[in-house]
């Protein structure tokens, strides 16, 4: 089967069009044949090697991407929730033994893969799990109760409109930021105040004098970010930052690994995306074998939405 990963670690150039041999279901397990597959951050860290020199459980190459849509076409045994020819969305490791979704057929635990939003082609689909599952993380992590107000970084972007979304839904209030040219695509997410990303924390202060209960980092900024939090609120943080912290400020370094096989959650978030509740964005589309420029499209920043590599 055709995939597309690195043998050797490095830029976007790395990636390479690879034949593999085509992987089966073993129990508890689906196949799925990936018609599309979202470009994010950890896979451009898999690609350069970030997660150390060997990731996984299995030797080159290395196959990147944590969001697959596609269609079911084969299941293992023990799994009666998949059949074959359901449509599905799939959260996957790929420092896993299978990788990721780059490619035609992807192997994943049935427990991590749930039914595509109605009404959403494969492209819309796959942007939905991890950015959402980890946005769901960290509000569950702060466990705020409605109307308590909640701050968001990096609103613009995918995790960050995800909480924008999610918590409007949970009944907090939320004080975002944007750049001028963002102002209204925050607005729109539901942000009952947006503010300006330049001094976004003196900003805070200055509309919340005692602080927000919590702040969802997705601008990383990490310490920076504590200065906008009451005192024994909650920061959540992406990229892994834990401290030290001040103030009785609880950190929540928030890990998308270890929740891929919720199901519950994952269904939860597809019903979400089904009723509006979440908004699925698609930047931009590039086929399989122009994924060294998704990565380098992705690597300029700025993009909102999300990437998108079309593997159908």
Excluded at 44 to 53: F, H, I
Excluded at 57 to 69: L, T
Excluded at 226 to 247: K, Q, S, Y
């Amino acid at each position: 089967m055709r995939a597309i990963g690195v043998n050797e670690f490095g830029g976007p150039d790395a990636l390479e069009v690879l034949d593999l041999p085509e992987p089966h279901a073993g129990p508890g397990e689906v196949r799925l044949r990936v018609h599309a597959a979202t470009v994010n951050p950890t896979d451009t860290g898999l690609r350069a090697g970030l997660y150390g020199e060997r990731p996984g459980d299995h030797d080159a190459p290395w196959i990147p991407g944590m969001d697959a849509a596609g269609v079911v076409d084969e299941v293992g045994e023990g799994v009666d929730r998949l059949r074959v020819g359901d449509e599905v969305v799939a959260l996957l490791l790929p420092t896993g033994p299978h990788g990721g979704a780059y490619a035609d057929h992807v192997v994943a635990p049935a427990a991590s893969v749930v039914a595509s939003p109605a009404g959403a082609d494969a492209v819309a689909a796959s942007t939905l799990l991890m950015n959402a599952t980890t946005a769901h993380l960290a509000l569950e992590a702060f466990d705020l109760q409605p109307g308590a107000t909640v701050a968001v970084t990096g609103a613009a972007g995918a995790f960050g409109g995800y909480v924008v979304q999610l918590a409007k839904a949970a009944g907090l209030r939320v004080v975002a930021d944007a750049a001028e040219k963002d102002v209204e695509l925050v607005r729109g997410l539901g942000a009952d105040e947006v503010l300006p990303r330049d001094g976004f924390v003196d900003h805070v202060r200055e509309l919340v004098p005692d602080g927000v209960d919590a702040l969802a980092d997705g601008a990383v900024t990490d310490a920076a970010a504590l200065a906008a939090v009451r005192d024994g609120g909650g920061l959540a943080t992406v990229r892994g930052w834990d401290g030290p912290t001040e103030r009785g400020i609880a950190v929540h370094p928030v890990m998308v690994f270890g929740a891929a096989e919720r199901t519950d959650v994952l269904e939860r978030l597809v019903a979400q995306a089904t009723d509006g509740t979440l908004t699925l964005r698609v930047a931009r589309t590039f086929p399989a074998d122009q994924a060294p420029d998704a990565h380098r499209l992705l690597a300029a920043g700025g993009v909102r939405g999300r990437v998108v590599l079309d593997l159908s």
